[in-house]
């Protein structure tokens, strides 16, 4: 995947979320030790808890397409992971997580609300949703949104029955998005919830109804999947 960024270590100085989607068919055996892909796997795992500033590691296939795995991995800052990228133990990592793929990765950062996520993310299931905008909105388009963003999530929050916890922010850069692989930017949100049943069913309830149009005003799309995570302290 292609991304676009400016000087992201002086903008966010703070902690940051790398978050990846890596194309890894469901028929390669990550989850067997003992197998050339689980043993791939678990170095790959061990490599990422053990980098200077990594603080949590999750993971997990997509509920709704097994051949796709999520990653999110909590830094101490953007600059953390920069300069882990830059260090000697990098390129074996990048080595063993290749020979996995069957694809192009995905990978950006967010600075989630709150951090570090870990209510949102240790729950049973988590929903991760992404809107996408045009490359060109402006900030006061951006903060409009969010303002509708907001209401939304308070009236789920007080409506929806198994929702646990949720944890939010922008992608710092932009990504390619859509069949024509256009610039844009995007809005992660991840929500836990009970079961994925309990996800399913408050989307069919007149409160989810009436209110979804707020996360479509000014956006272009929105895509949403399950995972089941796995992972949490280095």
Not at 62 to 91: A, C, L, T
Not at 161 to 174: K, Q, R, S, T
Not at 176 to 186: N, P, Q, R, T, V
């Amino acid at each position: 995947m292609v991304v676009r960024s400016g000087n992201l270590s002086m903008a966010h100085p703070g902690p940051i979320s790398e978050v990846a989607i890596f194309p890894i068919a469901s028929t390669t055996t990550i989850e067997q030790s003992g197998t050339t892909a689980g043993e791939a796997w678990a170095f790959s795992l061990e490599a990422i808890r053990n980098a200077p500033g990594a603080q949590e590691i999750f993971w997990s296939r997509w509920v709704e397409n097994k051949d796709m795995v999520q990653m999110i991995i909590n830094w101490d800052s953007y600059d953390h992971h920069m300069r882990y990228q830059k260090s000697p133990d990098f390129p074996s990592l990048i080595e063993k997580l290749t020979s996995l793929f069957n694809g192009s990765p995905v990978m950006c950062h967010v600075h989630f609300t709150p951090h570090p996520p870990d209510a949102a993310f240790n729950a049973p299931v988590l929903e991760l949703f992404t809107t996408y905008f045009p490359a060109s909105i402006s900030e006061e388009e951006k903060a409009k949104w969010y303002h509708n963003f907001k209401n939304f999530m308070e009236q789920m929050i007080v409506d929806a029955e198994g929702l646990v916890a949720e944890a939010h922010g922008w992608m710092l850069e932009e990504v390619e998005h859509g069949k024509d692989k256009a610039m844009c930017k995007a809005f992660l949100c991840g929500i836990g919830w009970e079961s994925v049943d309990k996800h399913m069913g408050h989307r069919g309830t007149e409160s989810f109804q009436s209110s979804i149009g707020l996360l479509r005003e000014g956006s272009l799309s929105v895509e949403m999947h399950h995972v089941v995570f796995r992972g949490g302290q280095s």
